[in-house]
Protein backbone atom coordinates (compact mmCIF):
# COMPACT_ATOMS: atom_id res chain seq x y z
CA UNK A 1 0.00 0.00 0.00
CA UNK A 2 1.22 3.12 -0.59
CA UNK A 3 1.39 5.93 2.44
CA UNK A 4 0.96 9.64 1.72
CA UNK A 5 2.23 11.96 3.69
CA UNK A 6 1.23 15.43 3.29
CA UNK A 7 2.81 18.27 4.70
CA UNK A 8 2.44 20.67 7.01
CA UNK A 9 -0.41 19.83 8.87
CA UNK A 10 -1.75 23.46 9.06
CA UNK A 11 -0.78 26.26 6.68
CA UNK A 12 -1.63 29.86 8.47
CA UNK A 13 -1.01 32.22 5.67
CA UNK A 14 -3.71 35.72 4.62
CA UNK A 15 -5.58 36.02 1.50
CA UNK A 16 -3.24 36.82 -1.37
CA UNK A 17 -0.45 35.02 -0.18
CA UNK A 18 0.92 32.00 -1.90
CA UNK A 19 0.22 28.52 -0.41
CA UNK A 20 2.40 25.50 -1.49
CA UNK A 21 1.54 21.97 -0.64
CA UNK A 22 3.24 18.86 -0.33
CA UNK A 23 2.27 15.26 -0.81
CA UNK A 24 5.13 12.63 -0.76
CA UNK A 25 4.75 8.89 -1.07
CA UNK A 26 6.27 6.35 0.82
CA UNK A 27 7.09 4.50 -2.84
CA UNK A 28 6.85 5.68 -6.70
CA UNK A 29 3.05 6.82 -7.91
CA UNK A 30 2.82 5.13 -11.31
CA UNK A 31 2.41 7.23 -14.33
CA UNK A 32 1.77 10.09 -11.95
CA UNK A 33 -1.84 9.00 -11.18
CA UNK A 34 -1.88 11.48 -8.45
CA UNK A 35 -5.15 14.10 -7.58
CA UNK A 36 -5.73 16.23 -5.50
CA UNK A 37 -9.09 17.66 -3.69
CA UNK A 38 -10.50 20.54 -1.39
CA UNK A 39 -13.04 20.06 0.99
CA UNK A 40 -14.99 22.36 2.94
CA UNK A 41 -16.48 22.04 6.51
CA UNK A 42 -19.73 19.78 6.06
CA UNK A 43 -18.67 19.37 2.45
CA UNK A 44 -17.88 16.23 0.18
CA UNK A 45 -14.61 16.77 -1.18
CA UNK A 46 -13.86 18.48 -4.48
CA UNK A 47 -11.87 17.25 -7.41
CA UNK A 48 -9.00 20.31 -7.98
CA UNK A 49 -6.52 18.09 -10.13
CA UNK A 50 -5.79 14.87 -12.02
CA UNK A 51 -3.07 13.20 -13.88
CA UNK A 52 -0.56 15.76 -11.17
CA UNK A 53 -1.21 18.55 -12.95
CA UNK A 54 -4.55 18.78 -15.39
CA UNK A 55 -7.13 21.45 -13.46
CA UNK A 56 -10.39 19.51 -13.10
CA UNK A 57 -13.16 21.52 -14.78
CA UNK A 58 -14.26 24.50 -13.55
CA UNK A 59 -11.19 25.26 -11.50
CA UNK A 60 -9.64 28.35 -11.53
CA UNK A 61 -5.96 28.73 -12.67
CA UNK A 62 -4.79 29.94 -9.38
CA UNK A 63 -4.80 26.14 -8.81
CA UNK A 64 -1.41 24.09 -9.79
CA UNK A 65 -0.02 20.66 -9.49
CA UNK A 66 3.50 19.52 -10.21
CA UNK A 67 5.73 16.79 -9.44
CA UNK A 68 6.58 13.06 -10.01
CA UNK A 69 8.05 9.97 -8.31
CA UNK A 70 7.08 10.27 -4.97
CA UNK A 71 7.10 14.21 -4.50
CA UNK A 72 3.96 15.94 -5.55
CA UNK A 73 3.22 19.69 -5.24
CA UNK A 74 0.24 21.89 -4.93
CA UNK A 75 0.54 25.61 -5.67
CA UNK A 76 -2.64 28.02 -4.76
CA UNK A 77 -0.61 30.99 -6.40
CA UNK A 78 -2.86 33.98 -4.47
CA UNK A 79 -4.82 32.70 -2.02
CA UNK A 80 -8.80 33.80 -2.31
CA UNK A 81 -11.04 33.84 1.14
CA UNK A 82 -12.79 30.89 -0.61
CA UNK A 83 -9.53 28.76 -0.63
CA UNK A 84 -9.34 28.41 2.87
CA UNK A 85 -10.08 24.60 4.04
CA UNK A 86 -8.47 21.03 4.04
CA UNK A 87 -6.91 19.94 1.09
CA UNK A 88 -5.72 16.15 0.23
CA UNK A 89 -3.93 14.07 -1.95
CA UNK A 90 -4.75 11.10 -3.34
CA UNK A 91 -3.10 8.52 -5.68
CA UNK A 92 -4.90 6.05 -8.06
CA UNK A 93 -1.58 4.35 -9.39
CA UNK A 94 -1.55 0.94 -7.55
CA UNK A 95 -4.23 -0.45 -5.30
CA UNK A 96 -5.47 -0.01 -2.35
CA UNK A 97 -6.43 3.31 -3.38
CA UNK A 98 -5.02 5.82 -0.73
CA UNK A 99 -5.41 9.42 0.54
CA UNK A 100 -3.09 11.30 2.09
CA UNK A 101 -3.99 12.77 5.98
CA UNK A 102 -4.74 16.40 4.67
CA UNK A 103 -3.37 19.91 4.70
CA UNK A 104 -5.53 22.55 6.86
CA UNK A 105 -5.15 26.07 4.99
CA UNK A 106 -6.36 28.45 7.47
CA UNK A 107 -6.45 32.04 7.69
CA UNK A 108 -3.67 33.85 9.56
CA UNK B 1 -25.30 17.54 -14.41
CA UNK B 2 -24.29 14.32 -12.42
CA UNK B 3 -26.09 14.36 -8.87
CA UNK B 4 -25.41 11.41 -6.17
CA UNK B 5 -27.51 11.11 -3.08
CA UNK B 6 -26.74 8.55 -0.24
CA UNK B 7 -29.41 7.14 1.48
CA UNK B 8 -29.53 4.58 4.12
CA UNK B 9 -29.93 3.45 8.10
CA UNK B 10 -28.06 6.10 10.22
CA UNK B 11 -27.77 4.00 13.14
CA UNK B 12 -26.30 0.68 13.44
CA UNK B 13 -25.91 -1.51 16.28
CA UNK B 14 -22.17 -3.17 16.59
CA UNK B 15 -21.91 -6.37 14.64
CA UNK B 16 -24.81 -5.72 12.47
CA UNK B 17 -24.54 -4.81 9.02
CA UNK B 18 -24.60 -1.08 7.71
CA UNK B 19 -26.58 -0.84 4.38
CA UNK B 20 -26.04 2.06 2.10
CA UNK B 21 -27.54 2.56 -1.55
CA UNK B 22 -26.41 5.39 -3.66
CA UNK B 23 -28.95 6.80 -6.31
CA UNK B 24 -27.77 8.42 -9.18
CA UNK B 25 -29.14 11.26 -11.51
CA UNK B 26 -28.68 13.07 -14.62
CA UNK B 27 -26.38 10.51 -15.71
CA UNK B 28 -27.05 6.57 -16.58
CA UNK B 29 -24.72 4.33 -14.21
CA UNK B 30 -24.64 2.16 -17.28
CA UNK B 31 -22.21 4.76 -19.06
CA UNK B 32 -18.73 3.19 -20.31
CA UNK B 33 -15.87 4.74 -18.66
CA UNK B 34 -16.92 5.32 -15.49
CA UNK B 35 -16.78 3.15 -12.06
CA UNK B 36 -19.06 3.91 -8.98
CA UNK B 37 -17.17 4.26 -5.34
CA UNK B 38 -17.37 4.85 -1.74
CA UNK B 39 -15.41 6.36 0.30
CA UNK B 40 -15.67 6.82 4.18
CA UNK B 41 -13.96 9.65 6.62
CA UNK B 42 -14.22 9.10 10.50
CA UNK B 43 -15.33 12.66 12.32
CA UNK B 44 -12.61 14.66 12.12
CA UNK B 45 -10.27 12.72 10.04
CA UNK B 46 -8.79 11.81 6.99
CA UNK B 47 -10.23 9.98 3.88
CA UNK B 48 -10.84 5.93 3.01
CA UNK B 49 -11.86 4.42 -0.44
CA UNK B 50 -14.19 1.33 0.59
CA UNK B 51 -14.37 0.11 -3.17
CA UNK B 52 -15.68 0.32 -6.52
CA UNK B 53 -18.26 -1.31 -8.81
CA UNK B 54 -18.24 -0.72 -12.82
CA UNK B 55 -21.88 -1.40 -14.68
CA UNK B 56 -20.66 -4.73 -15.38
CA UNK B 57 -20.94 -5.76 -11.42
CA UNK B 58 -17.07 -6.00 -11.44
CA UNK B 59 -15.88 -5.30 -8.05
CA UNK B 60 -12.66 -3.96 -6.51
CA UNK B 61 -12.06 -3.63 -2.84
CA UNK B 62 -10.29 -2.22 -0.06
CA UNK B 63 -8.40 -4.82 1.40
CA UNK B 64 -8.00 -3.30 5.08
CA UNK B 65 -11.65 -3.75 4.85
CA UNK B 66 -11.24 -7.50 3.82
CA UNK B 67 -14.44 -9.77 3.21
CA UNK B 68 -16.55 -7.72 5.27
CA UNK B 69 -17.29 -5.09 2.10
CA UNK B 70 -20.35 -5.86 -0.97
CA UNK B 71 -20.75 -3.53 -3.19
CA UNK B 72 -23.44 -4.29 -5.89
CA UNK B 73 -25.09 -2.25 -8.92
CA UNK B 74 -28.63 -1.88 -10.05
CA UNK B 75 -28.68 -0.93 -13.42
CA UNK B 76 -32.70 -0.72 -13.72
CA UNK B 77 -32.69 1.32 -10.63
CA UNK B 78 -29.60 3.44 -12.26
CA UNK B 79 -28.37 3.20 -8.60
CA UNK B 80 -25.36 1.68 -6.43
CA UNK B 81 -25.25 -0.22 -2.67
CA UNK B 82 -22.93 -0.55 -0.39
CA UNK B 83 -23.18 -2.97 2.64
CA UNK B 84 -20.66 -3.67 5.35
CA UNK B 85 -20.63 -6.40 7.70
CA UNK B 86 -20.03 -6.91 11.59
CA UNK B 87 -19.64 -3.06 12.06
CA UNK B 88 -17.88 -1.73 15.51
CA UNK B 89 -17.53 1.97 16.58
CA UNK B 90 -14.12 2.37 14.26
CA UNK B 91 -16.73 2.08 11.36
CA UNK B 92 -18.70 5.13 12.67
CA UNK B 93 -17.90 7.70 9.86
CA UNK B 94 -19.47 9.88 6.96
CA UNK B 95 -19.98 7.65 4.02
CA UNK B 96 -19.56 9.05 0.14
CA UNK B 97 -20.79 7.72 -2.84
CA UNK B 98 -18.80 8.88 -5.91
CA UNK B 99 -17.62 8.14 -9.59
CA UNK B 100 -14.46 7.89 -11.10
CA UNK B 101 -13.06 7.89 -14.30
CA UNK B 102 -12.50 4.06 -15.24
CA UNK B 103 -9.11 3.12 -15.15
CA UNK B 104 -8.09 6.02 -13.67
CA UNK B 105 -9.74 6.24 -10.43
CA UNK B 106 -9.75 9.84 -9.56
CA UNK B 107 -13.20 10.92 -8.18
CA UNK B 108 -15.24 13.58 -10.35
CA UNK B 109 -18.34 13.32 -8.94
CA UNK B 110 -19.49 12.96 -5.20
CA UNK B 111 -22.58 12.80 -3.05
CA UNK B 112 -22.94 15.00 -0.12
CA UNK B 113 -22.13 11.93 2.30
CA UNK B 114 -24.32 10.63 4.90
CA UNK B 115 -23.28 9.78 8.65
CA UNK B 116 -23.47 6.94 9.83
CA UNK B 117 -22.94 5.87 13.66
CA UNK B 118 -22.45 2.73 15.44
CA UNK B 119 -23.61 2.58 18.84
CA UNK B 120 -25.66 0.31 20.67
Known amino acids: EIVLTQSPGTLSLSPGERATLSCRAS???????LAWYQQKPGQAPRLLIY???SRATGIPDRFSGSGSGTDFTLTISRLEPEDFAVYYC?????????FGGGTKVEIK | QLQLQESGSGLVKPSQTLSLTCAVS??????????WSWIRQPPGKGLEWIGN???????YNNPSLKSRVTISVDTSKNQFSLKLSSVTAADTAVYYC????????????WGQGTLVTVSS
Open chain 2, 98 to 109: ARAIAARTYFDY
Open chain 2, 26 to 35: GGSISSGGYS
Open chain 2, 53 to 59: IYHSGRT
Open chain 1, 27 to 33: QSVSSDY
Open chain 1, 51 to 53: GTS
Open chain 1, 90 to 98: QQYGSSPLT
